[in-house]
């Protein structure tokens, strides 16, 4: 299986200022047919997982642009260009590559 | 409006056995793969299985293979998971999310969870 991994694995964060969270596949997520299925997910307290960043790059509708995907291969980043309150949670990276589909373990993100 | 509604978690003994399902409404579910995914309690996400639009194909965790089967009923717009044999680390809550293959709508919409308890 791909194993996704995620760092850090806490993040105290400042309202205003940019954060970032890495995430390494053990190989390559790049598929056949040109494509990388990485996914970025968000998890608020309490709530279901929801999609922010598909294939890599591409935001999903309703996201703030605040959040932006890049990387290629086996290295990936999420970054918020300046964080605000409500981006508090646990953010997830997936993998849909390569069966079984997996997810990195989680990036808390918190208040500092 | 996508809605995914999730069903059937509850209490079971080990060994015992739960038939989740998913409602879904707002786009023609024959035109998607789909999923199921758990969280236990206070973890991360876990991929549990995907089934083709058709269900001519299906895919699981080794953790769950020979004991869970996924299942839809497309004219019923819906979906399932038959989990037999259960353990209690299958304790989760079990999410539908839309898509499983390798497209853009893979997980774009999720449910909102049903839980499971797998305890004596």
């Known amino acids: 299986d791909v194993v996704m991994t995620q760092s850090p694995l806490s993040l105290p964060v400042t309202l205003g200022q940019p954060a970032s969270i890495s995430c390494r596949s053990s190989q390559s997520l790049v598929y056949s047919d040109g494509n990388t299925y990485l996914n970025w997910f968000q998890q608020r307290p309490g709530q279901s997982p929801r999609r922010l960043i598909y294939?890599?790059?591409n935001r999903d509708s309703g996201v703030p642009d605040r959040f932006s995907g890049s990387g290629s291969g086996t290295d990936f980043t999420l970054k918020i260009s300046r964080v605000e309150a409500e981006d508090v949670g646990v953010y997830y990276c997936m993998q849909h590559t390569h069966w079984p589909f997996t997810f990195g373990p989680g990036t808390k993100v918190d208040m500092k | 409006e996508v809605q995914l509604v999730e069903s059937g978690g509850g209490l079971v003994q080990p060994g015992g056995s739960l038939r989740l399902s998913c409602a879904v409404s707002?786009?023609?579910?024959?035109?998607?793969?789909m999923s199921w995914v758990r969280q236990a309690p206070g973890k991360g996400l876990e991929w549990v299985a995907n089934i083709k639009e058709g269900g001519s194909e299906k895919y699981y965790v080794d953790s769950v293979k020979g004991r869970f089967t996924i299942s839809r009923d497309n004219a019923k717009n819906s979906l399932y998971l038959q989990m037999n044999t259960l353990r209690v680390e299958d304790t989760a809550v079990y999410y539908c999310?839309?898509?499983?293959?390798?497209?853009?709508?893979?997980?774009?919409?999720w449910g909102q969870g049903t839980l499971v308890t797998v305890s004596s």
């Open positions: 707002g786009f023609t579910l024959g035109s998607y793969w």
């Open positions: 999310a839309r898509g499983g293959g390798r497209d853009v709508y893979t997980s774009d919409y």
């Open positions: 294939k890599v790059s």
